[in-house]
């Protein structure tokens, strides 16, 4: 007699059962089992069909792949309740049956650590409203479907899974059903990784990896939808996302790279929705957007690496793109939108290292860029052809061959924007192009600032053009239309610096060919937006004190000034090392002499605004990795233009800082004076010894902050002055026997670290005006010069000691 190899062990909650058995199948076993009994099957193949339509569990005595279920053709196993099945091996061979089929609403089983190694139709059938759970499976069916859900109501749960092997899709959800995955891995299949298609069905997957897919790694079609978590697409033959069909699909904290034609492609008025997710190393594009209806919107994104020679963003047909803090570097071509209808959006996004045009639009296509950046690319901004145009608000563009271009009839509106450092025109316009630019500044150029030819009708609101090697303006023809625009090279009235090389409006022909209406139209300006440095330099003579501070400050002009003129004259003009160290006491002055150091800069042509934007620890030092960095980016984004003011910098770089957040910010910094050095100037202030600390934090300090500035306490005559220039100012004055009193009071102040000097002065002033009023409240019929004198008995009270 054969050894009985299948026991069923009774649920212990039954009474009236028969006793528990031992069959010899597994279709006896299970007929005899009932709903909660346990089938435990001895190590060996089954040659049957099994079929589970009772609750029951079904696991192999000797552990995970010592039982296969192997039949000669149909079905391997069919479950239609709510069983549970354990560490099976399933094979099959029918090529119009799937391996293993879940079917019906009662079927709610679970299958963990099987393997089903088949070449069927379909490795998994889940079907007609079943709702199973696979932990830790694994399929392999190199002749069809890896898993196939179908039918409105059906849904599964995947977790630890993985799709070995697949002749087609390695996952297809249909008709309406739902999957969603934790942690599984789908490759080697062909068609598409994951296929989702028709409306209703979706799929969710988390911390999924798709790869070596003949095909795309996810295809979605027909109004199907679906969302991927911290998941990975790569090494596909297709693309790496196809839509379609008004499919909806979204991506967070996904990678998608080594794909060989675009990392994802849509159509058919479908929809992608990108969120903190790279897309790195592709063929093709990165996003290919088609059609009337069709949407990409990408947040806080990063796209580099192209292999191939194409746009990483194309947006045509109509089709629409947003971009929200992206970035974009090593790109052949980075944004190219294309076809009336078509806009793509961009929100304080970054291009770089772009071998040929960040921003294309062509075909009548528009553009919204706001707080955008474009740093070494070919062409920053390239408007093509007639209607292409759109809206620039606070837009950067540096180290470019040409920063906009404007052809053909397009006529984009550019608000705010910079150009820096071109190696050709900063903004060329010709061909019938238009264009308005509103407060624009184009500097550090080699070309020309605005070079506008053809007599192209271009509109220059308050535009400003400064240190460009050829030319502020450059019109070779009437037609520009410049109202408020300024230039450095542009002398002002009776100003004795050389007359400039170039004119601000030339011609081709003669230049009596040009009337004088088109010369009004052309006036430029010189620069007049910041008052002369003689004015601030004359206020910081009237600053008590302060000697040595007034004869650095000084020759710092008089090195840059003189550098300016050297410029205009066609000679080399020394690099300077415009940052500084303030070094003293708190209420010396530090902060008032780095509003005017600003400002003079700013009269010199040196700075494009010369604001002054005043930070501490506290606005650059984040509490979180990270953090930091985004800060101080921040701040000195602020500052652009202008001066980034450092107080007490030394506590970025505390002596017991080794894992100080302060550090990053210190490395942030050296590393955006070294990015952007003609346009910001950095002051550092701060106690003179905790200074040399902070100097000494990070190897780039010290070399870029070359001079140091000392601010001296005051001293009690001193201290007297700024007391009296505080009266003055607020129509008070002090009788001779107060002036005494007040001398004699400053020169008895305790000055240890935190005495404040100027600040100290300020505050005995306001003490004396407060007890004056408490004084002078009392008298019947005050005369003006009792109103206004101060006296010795208004001093404030020094404690005894």
């Known amino acids: 007699?054969?050894?009985?190899?299948?026991?069923?062990?009774?649920?212990?909650?039954?009474?009236?059962?028969?006793?528990?058995?031992?069959?010899?199948?597994?279709?006896?076993?299970?007929?005899?089992?009932?709903?909660?009994?346990?089938?435990?099957?001895?190590?060996?193949?089954?040659?049957?069909?099994?079929?589970?339509?009772?609750?029951?569990?079904?696991?192999?005595?000797?552990?995970?792949?010592?039982?296969?279920?192997?039949?000669?053709?149909?079905?391997?196993?069919?479950?239609?309740?709510?069983?549970?099945?354990?560490?099976?091996?399933?094979?099959?061979?029918?090529?119009?049956?799937?391996?293993?089929?879940?079917?019906?609403?009662?079927?709610?089983?679970?299958?963990?650590?099987?393997?089903?190694?088949?070449?069927?139709?379909?490795?998994?059938?889940?079907?007609?409203?079943?709702?199973?759970?696979?932990?830790?499976c694994v399929v392999a069916n190199p002749a069809g479907l890896g898993l196939r859900l179908r039918g409105e109501g059906t849904a599964a749960a995947f977790e630890d899974c993985e799709v070995a092997a697949a002749g087609q899709a390695g996952l297809a959800v249909l008709g309406g059903a739902t999957a969603v995955l934790d942690r599984c891995r789908l490759h080697h299949a062909s068609g598409a990784g994951v296929l989702l298609s028709d409306p209703g069905s979706a799929a969710e997957l988390t911390g999924c990896e798709i790869y070596e897919i003949r095909g795309s790694g996810v295809q979605a079609d027909a109004q199907a939808g679906g969302r991927l978590i911290d998941c990975e697409i790569h090494r596909v033959t297709g693309n790496g996302l196809t839509l379609d069909g008004e499919a909806v699909l979204s991506l967070t904290g996904c990678r998608i790279h080594d794909v060989p034609e675009n990392a994802a492609d849509l159509r058919g008025r479908s929809r992608l929705t990108l969120a903190n997710t790279t897309v790195r190393d592709f063929g093709r594009g990165a996003l290919s957007v088609w059609d009337q209806g069709t949407e990409a919107v990408a947040e806080s994104c990063k796209?580099?690496?192209?292999?191939?020679?194409?746009?990483?963003?194309?947006?045509?047909?109509?089709?629409?793109?947003?971009?929200?803090?992206?970035?974009?570097?090593?790109?052949?071509?980075?944004?190219?939108?294309?076809?009336?209808?078509?806009?793509?959006?961009?929100?304080?996004?970054?291009?770089?290292?772009?071998?040929?045009?960040?921003?294309?639009?062509?075909?009548?296509?528009?553009?919204?860029?706001?707080?955008?950046?474009?740093?070494?690319?070919?062409?920053?901004?390239?408007?093509?052809?007639?209607?292409?145009?759109?809206?620039?608000?606070?837009?950067?563009?540096?180290?470019?061959?040409?920063?906009?271009?404007?052809?053909?009839?397009?006529?984009?509106?550019?608000?705010?924007?910079?150009?820096?450092?071109?190696?050709?025109?900063?903004?060329?316009?010709?061909?019938?192009?238009?264009?308005?630019?509103?407060?624009?500044?184009?500097?550090?150029?080699?070309?020309?600032?605005?070079?506008?030819?053809?007599?192209?009708?271009?509109?220059?609101?308050?535009?400003?053009?400064?240190?460009?090697?050829?030319?502020?303006?450059?019109?070779?023809?009437?037609?520009?239309?410049?109202?408020?625009?300024?230039?450095?090279?542009?002398?002002?009235?009776?100003?004795?610096?050389?007359?400039?090389?170039?004119?601000?409006?030339?011609?081709?022909?003669?230049?009596?060919?040009?009337?004088?209406?088109?010369?009004?139209?052309?006036?430029?300006?010189?620069?007049?937006?910041?008052?002369?440095?003689?004015?601030?330099?004359?206020?910081?003579?009237?600053?008590?004190?302060?000697?040595?501070?007034?004869?650095?400050?000084?020759?710092?002009?008089?090195?840059?000034?003189?550098?300016?003129?050297?410029?205009?004259?066609?000679?080399?003009?020394?690099?300077?090392?415009?940052?500084?160290?303030?070094?003293?006491?708190?209420?010396?002055?530090?902060?008032?002499?780095?509003?005017?150091?600003?400002?003079?800069?700013?009269?010199?042509?040196?700075?494009?605004?010369?604001?002054?934007?005043e930070v501490a620890r506290v606005d650059l030092v984040g509490e979180h990795i990270g953090s930091t960095a985004i800060r101080t980016a921040a701040a000195f984004d602020r500052a652009r233009g202008g001066v980034l003011f450092i107080d007490e910098a030394y506590a970025l770089a505390p002596e017991d800082g080794a894992r100080d957040f302060g550090r990053e910010a210190i490395d942030t910094l050296v590393k955006l004076m070294e990015d952007h050095r003609d346009e910001v100037v950095v002051i550092v202030a701060g106690y003179t010894a905790e200074m040399e600390r902070f100097l000494s934090a990070n190897p780039g300090v010290s070399s870029r902050f070359s001079r140091t500035i000392s601010f001296p306490d005051y001293t009690a005559d001193e201290l007297l002055e700024i007391a009296r220039a505080q009266c003055a100012e607020h129509e008070y004055a002090l009788t001779e026997a107060a002036a005494l009193a007040l001398l004699d009071h400053f020169g008895g102040l305790e000055r240890g670290p935190n005495f404040g000097n100027g600040r100290t002065a300020r505050q005995v002033f306001e003490t004396m005006v407060e007890r004056h009023a408490v004084r002078v409240a009392h008298l019947a019929d005050p005369s003006t010069e009792e109103l206004q004198l101060l006296v010795p008995q208004d001093l404030p009270v020094v404690p005894l000691r």
């Not at 099957?41 to 339509?53: A, C, I, S």
């Not at 490795?123 to 932990?135: M, Q």
């Open 303 to 613: 796209i580099h690496g192209s292999t191939g020679e194409y746009p990483a963003l194309w947006v045509s047909d109509g089709a629409r793109l947003t971009l929200t803090d992206c970035s974009l570097h090593d790109l052949p071509d980075a944004l190219f939108v294309l076809d009336r209808d078509s806009a793509a959006t961009a929100e304080g996004c970054s291009f770089s290292r772009i071998r040929s045009s960040a921003v294309s639009v062509s075909g009548g296509a528009n553009v919204n860029l706001s707080g955008c950046r474009v740093q070494e690319a070919g062409t920053g901004l390239w408007f093509r052809d007639h209607g292409s145009g759109g809206l620039l608000t606070g837009c950067e563009i540096s180290d470019v061959a040409t920063g906009v271009i404007v052809t053909k009839g397009a006529d984009p509106v550019l608000r705010d924007c910079t150009v820096r450092a071109s190696t050709d025109a900063g903004v060329y316009v010709s061909a019938q192009g238009r264009g308005t630019f509103e407060e624009c500044r184009v500097s550090h150029g080699k070309g020309f600032g605005f070079h506008i030819i053809d007599g192209c009708r271009t509109q220059l609101t308050r535009c400003r053009a400064e240190q460009n090697e050829r030319a502020g303006f450059e019109f070779s023809e009437p037609g520009p239309v410049a109202e408020g625009c300024t230039s450095d090279d542009v002398l002002p009235s009776g100003g004795d610096l050389p007359a400039p090389r170039t004119a601000q409006l030339t011609a081709t022909a003669a230049p009596l060919a040009l009337s004088a209406p088109a010369l009004a139209t052309a006036a430029i300006a010189p620069i007049p937006d910041c008052r002369p440095a003689d004015e601030a330099l004359a206020e910081l003579d009237t600053l008590v004190g302060l000697a040595t501070v007034k004869q650095e400050v000084r020759t710092l002009i008089d090195l840059i000034s003189v550098g300016r003129r050297r410029r205009q004259a066609g000679l080399k003009a020394p690099s300077l090392r415009r940052h500084l160290v303030f070094t003293g006491a708190p209420g010396t002055g530090k902060t008032t002499v780095a509003r005017l150091y600003g400002e003079i800069l700013a009269s010199l042509g040196v700075l494009q605004r010369g604001h002054l934007v």
């Open 1 to 136: 007699m054969a050894e009985h190899r299948v026991r069923v062990t009774q649920d212990s909650a039954s009474r009236w059962r028969r006793r528990a058995g031992e069959y010899d199948t597994l279709a006896e076993a299970l007929a005899a089992a009932e709903a909660g009994d346990t089938v435990t099957v001895r190590p060996g193949t089954f040659r049957e069909n099994v079929v589970l339509d009772k609750p029951v569990t079904i696991v192999p005595a000797q552990g995970p792949g010592t039982v296969r279920i192997e039949p000669a053709a149909g079905v391997a196993l069919t479950v239609t309740a709510a069983a549970t099945v354990r560490d099976l091996v399933i094979e099959a061979g029918d090529s119009s049956a799937p391996a293993v089929l879940v079917t019906g609403p009662d079927a709610t089983p679970s299958l963990g650590g099987c393997r089903i190694e088949t070449r069927s139709a379909t490795g998994v059938e889940i079907t007609d409203g079943a709702r199973p759970t696979l932990r830790g």
